[in-house]
């Protein structure tokens, strides 16, 4: 089964500085996709960054980029010029391959922007 | 972008009731969609995976009759609580899969969530 791991629960960030967050996931797949999501307090869940496991170029959405390393099974978040709205939990995902795959999230980590 | 809407988003309601919750696909359809259950500070578990037209698929542990769950159409799926107790209170989360959206597996959106408080 797949597993995806945040170790860090909370993390603290400066606004308009730079943070990352991690995230290790754990397959035997060597088709997937992995995804970056957002949950404001509002608690809706949005789509921050995505990223198929074929391409080996790292996604970048504005201020958003991650550090897809396949070997490593490693999938990093960064945030640059960090926003107050930037505040949230933000859950790494791991999803198969398939129209009905389910995504499998992990643990989460609360990211705090201060002033 | 797509959306997805739940309601109510937030009921309470008392111990041996049950609840419905509805989840729409407001401007796609989605022949797929998930129900998650979250508890505080906690991550999302998957409870099941509904599909339109036939049973649902449950997730290892969780109670089938207990939670209810009807994909009647292509937009829209119900979770119902039976016979509610106070452990069942959490917030509850769908996501639809848009099959015109993210390439060949479809995009994933979720709804505003739904918090159940049994008393």
């Given amino acids: 089964a797949q597993t995806v791991t945040q170790s860090q629960?909370?993390?603290?960030?400066?606004?308009?500085?730079?943070?990352?967050?991690?995230?290790?996931?754990?397959?035997?797949?060597?088709?997937?996709?992995?995804?970056?999501?957002?949950?404001?307090?509002?608690?809706?869940?949005?789509?921050?960054?995505?990223?198929?496991?074929?391409?080996?170029?790292?996604?970048?959405?504005?201020?958003?980029?991650?550090?897809?390393?396949k070997a490593a099974k490693s999938f990093s978040l960064k945030i640059s010029d960090s926003q107050l709205g930037d505040a949230a939990m933000y859950f790494c995902a791991y999803r198969r391959p398939g129209t009905a795959s389910k995504l499998t999230f992990g643990t989460?980590?609360?990211?705090?922007?201060?002033l | 972008g797509a959306v997805v809407s739940q309601h109510p988003s937030w009921v309470i309601c008392k111990s041996g009731t049950s609840v419905k919750i509805?989840?729409?696909?407001?401007?796609?359809?989605?022949?797929?969609?998930?129900?998650?259950?979250?508890?505080?500070?906690?991550s999302l578990m998957l409870m099941a995976t509904s599909n339109e037209g036939s049973k649902a698929t449950y997730e290892q542990g969780v109670e089938k009759d207990k939670f209810l769950i009807n994909h009647a159409s292509l937009t829209l799926s119900t979770l119902t609580v039976t016979s509610a107790h106070p452990e069942d209170s959490s917030f509850y989360i769908c996501s639809a899969r848009d099959p015109k959206a993210g390439g060949p597996i479809g995009e994933l959106f979720f709804g505003e969530g739904s918090r159940l408080t049994v008393l």
């Fill in chain 1, 9 to 69: 629960p909370e993390m603290s960030v400066q606004e308009a500085e730079t943070v990352t967050l991690s995230c290790t996931y754990d397959t035997s797949e060597s088709d997937y996709y992995l995804f970056w999501y957002k949950q404001p307090p509002s608690r809706q869940m949005i789509l921050v960054i995505r990223q198929e496991a074929y391409k080996q170029q790292n996604a970048t959405e504005n201020r958003f980029s991650v550090n897809f390393q």
């Fill in chain 2, 22 to 42: 509805e989840c729409r696909s407001l401007d796609f359809q989605a022949t797929t969609m998930f129900w998650y259950r979250q508890f505080p500070k906690q």
């Fill in chain 1, 108 to 114: 989460g980590t609360r990211l705090q922007v201060t």
